[in-house]
Each structure stands twice: as C-alpha cells, then as structure tokens.
C-alpha cells in the first residue's frame, strides 16, 4: 500500500538556521504531495503541494520538490524564525489509495532564539 | 478561507459511557467527511469516511459498533464513540475537501481531546 516516510524529530534549531526535514513515499501512481503544520494548540492546516514531478510547492518561505525519481519531497526553509516551531508531517493522496490522505510520522520542530 | 468547526474541543467521561463528536463545515458542503485518530508523538490515522447519505467505509481494524459515524447532512458528520474505554483515550480530528478533486488538500477541525476515566 502507499506509505509516507518521514524523519524523526525532534529538530531543534537556533533562529536564521537552514531547515531540511526528509520525507520519502511509496505509492504506485502518481500521488499528489502535501505538507501541513500543526502549531501549539492548533489545527493542521496545508503549507504547501506539488501534484506532478518536478513541481515545487512554496508558501511562508518553505519549500519542497516532488522528486519522483527518488520519490522524495523534502521541506526546506533557508531561515527559520521561532514562529515556526510546529509540527510538520509530510502526506499524500492517490488514486491507487482511493484519494485518502496518507500522513507521515510527523516531524517537531522547535526554533530557539 | 474554508472553515471546519469541530465540537466539543476537549471531553472528559466515565468508562461505560457515550461520546459524540460533531464536525461541521461551516461555509461549504461537504460530501464527504474524514474521520482520523491521532495517538501521541505518532502520525494521524485514518479511521473511516464519512459519506452523506450512506454509510460510513471504515479502514481495516476499526471496530464499526465502537466508532459509529452518521453524515445526515451535506455540513455534518458525527462520531459516536460507544461504550467508550480507557484506551479509547486519544485525539480525533475531522477533515473534509472544500475544493472539488479528490486529490485537492483536506482543511482540518481542531480536533477532540478524549479522555475515559
């Protein structure tokens, strides 16, 4: 079946630092891609999508490419701010898995100033 | 933006007893509702789908009698945790597709916290 692989947290970064959080799929077909955050206290809610390869979602300063030659779609933020101390999981939808979401672990962030 | 109302927020109840769960969108029909538990430090996962009108599909594992869910309107599905036990315990979060394609991004209520004592 389709499966989401993400890695494990927590991260902890000091403010202005570089964030890579790896996120790696299984599915057969052509899956479209999510990232959502969930803040303290909150929701998940979409950051970002791509539905094809070599897409690159963007919002807020992330951003993550659909790799389908190494069925990755990574999150990257060049400078992190303590704001963005969530939790993000990585997730996909296909038809081959009747177009349900199919959530990574979810990987903690926590930003120090 | 599109908006998912769920309620209560947190519950707290005995063992033995019921508990429902209502989610509502707010400013658009959903036809279908997705109905996920999350257990601590670990991902969501899908319990059933919420169809108006019909039956609930649940996902494998997932006891129908435990977890009733109806959908008798195009805003509201409800889940029904019966008998509820200790380790019913856990967070419940609905979702559903505002936009139309069934790849399109799900919008989330902000969740039920559970808690049977």
């Known amino acids: 079946g389709n499966s989401v692989t993400q890695m494990e947290g927590p991260v902890t970064l000091s403010e202005e630092a570089f964030l890579t959080i790896n996120c790696t799929y299984t599915?057969?077909?052509?899956?479209?891609l999510f990232w959502y955050v969930q803040y303290p206290g909150e929701g998940l809610q979409l950051l970002l999508k791509?539905?094809?390869?070599?897409d690159k979602g963007s919002n807020k300063g992330f951003e993550a490419t659909y790799r389908k030659e190494t069925t990755s779609f990574h999150l990257e933020k060049g400078s992190v701010q303590v704001s963005d101390s969530a939790v993000y999981f990585c997730?996909?939808?296909?038809?081959?898995?009747?177009?349900?979401?199919?959530f990574g672990a979810g990987t903690r962030l926590f930003v120090k100033a | 933006g599109a908006v998912v109302s769920q309620h209560p927020s947190r519950v707290i109840c005995k063992s033995g007893t019921s508990v429902k769960i209502e989610c509502r969108s707010l400013?658009?029909?959903?036809?279908?509702m997705f109905w996920y538990r999350q257990f601590p430090k670990q991902s969501l996962m899908l319990m059933a789908t919420?169809?108006?009108?019909?039956?609930?599909?649940?996902e494998q594992g997932v006891e129908k009698d435990k977890f009733l869910i109806n959908h008798a309107s195009l805003t509201l599905s409800t889940l029904t945790v019966t008998s509820a036990h200790p380790e019913d315990s856990s967070f419940y979060i609905c979702?559903?597709?505002?936009?139309?394609?069934?790849?399109?991004?799900?919008?989330f209520g902000n969740g039920t916290r559970l808690t049977v004592t």
């Open positions: 979702s559903a597709r505002p936009d139309r394609g069934d790849n399109s991004p799900l919008h």
């Open positions: 599915a057969t077909g052509y899956p479209s």
């Open positions: 791509a539905t094809k390869a070599d």
């Open positions: 997730a996909l939808s296909a038809r081959t898995g009747g177009f349900k979401t199919i």
């Open positions: 400013d658009f029909q959903a036809t279908t």
């Open positions: 919420s169809n108006e009108g019909s039956k609930a599909t649940y």
